[in-house]
């Protein structure tokens, strides 16, 4: 079983940033892969960027290559989303989610484990 806390978010103005923060529980937190996703309302969720447990292999998705960074402090347990040069669009209820499958997980269902979610608004 894994826990996941997120934290970081806010109401920030277009072109600030801001880092999310998703602490786990659990003595095997570095063979997890670990995702971001997001979810606007009256919107799905929707993939952000993944990292995966021991080699910290990243992917994101289009939106989010060159502005956003996903790490991993394997040593705190800890997953982080670097996001700058936000836009309105970015608004979204951003999730922190975890999965023992060490292949490239990009979809919700992939993922076993979930925070409750952390919200971020980004005003114009």
């Known amino acids: 079983q894994v826990q996941l806390v997120e934290s970081g978010g806010g109401t920030v103005q277009a072109g600030d940033s801001l880092r999310l923060s998703c602490a786990a529980s659990g003595r095997t937190f570095s063979y997890y892969r670990m995702g971001w996703f997001r979810q606007a309302p009256g919107k799905e969720r929707e993939f952000v960027a993944t990292?995966?447990?021991?080699?910290?292999?990243?992917h994101y998705a289009d939106f989010a290559k060159g502005r956003f960074t996903i790490s991993r402090d394997n040593a705190k347990n800890t997953v982080y989303l670097q996001m700058k040069s936000l836009k309105p669009e970015d608004t979204a209820v951003y999730y922190c989610?975890?999965?023992?499958?060490?292949?490239?997980?990009?979809?919700?269902?992939?993922?076993?484990?979930w925070g409750q979610g952390t919200q971020v608004t980004v005003s114009s």
């Open positions: 990292i995966s447990g021991r080699a910290s292999i990243t």
């Open positions: 989610a975890g999965t023992p499958n060490s292949n490239v997980v990009l979809t919700p269902t992939g993922y076993n484990y």
